[in-house]
């Protein structure tokens, strides 16, 4: 295993120096799920929830949240984003919504962090939306499925 980088050899926590590494094309993909009632999931779906267009409005969150990562993960570097995209697959048969975040930089530190922000923070907006009509709602499988540049190169995601 390797060694834990946000830690100096005292065990100290510090920001991580990318000053040597190469400026490379970084690209991460990351997934999470919420599952709702069947009622809540159509109000969704169909675009009818008192608050408006659910979808459209985590869509937008995600975005938002993306490039404020840096000031929630305390040790991660401000990075500016490239391209952003989010997208939804609709499960009618389990009432749920999964959430995909890509985010992209040319830069010296990766992109991992902002996508798994950025479906989080879709997926709170989910909730927020439509926790008048269910409570219940479960969030989870928050994951990164793959990361692309830098040292380390690519990575995939056992399925």
């Known amino acids: 295993m390797t060694q834990l980088t946000h830690f100096d050899t005292a065990g100290q926590a510090h920001m991580v120096d990318v000053g040597d590494k190469a400026s490379t094309h970084r690209v991460a993909v ?37 490039k ?14 490239t391209k952003v995209s ?4 609709l499960d009618e048969a389990g009432s749920r919504i999964t959430c ?6 040319r830069g010296q530190t990766g992109v991992e962090m902002e996508a798994l922000t950025g479906v989080q923070v879709a997926l709170l907006t989910i909730y927020d939306m439509c926790k008048a009509v269910d409570r219940g ?3 989870g499988g928050v994951r990164l499925l793959e990361k692309h540049g830098g040292k380390s190169g690519d990575w995939v995601a056992a399925t």
């Open 137 to 139: 709602m479960v969030m």
């Open 30 to 66: 990351a997934t999470g799920t919420i599952t709702m009632e069947p009622a809540t999931f159509a109000l969704v779906r169909d675009g009818n929830a008192k608050k408006g267009d659910v979808l459209g409005i985590a869509r937008v969150a995600a975005i938002m949240a993306t």
């Open 86 to 89: 989010v997208d939804y697959e």
């Open 68 to 81: 404020r990562t840096a000031d929630l993960i305390p040790l991660c570097h401000p990075i500016g984003l």
């Open 100 to 105: 995909t975040v890509r985010t992209e930089t």
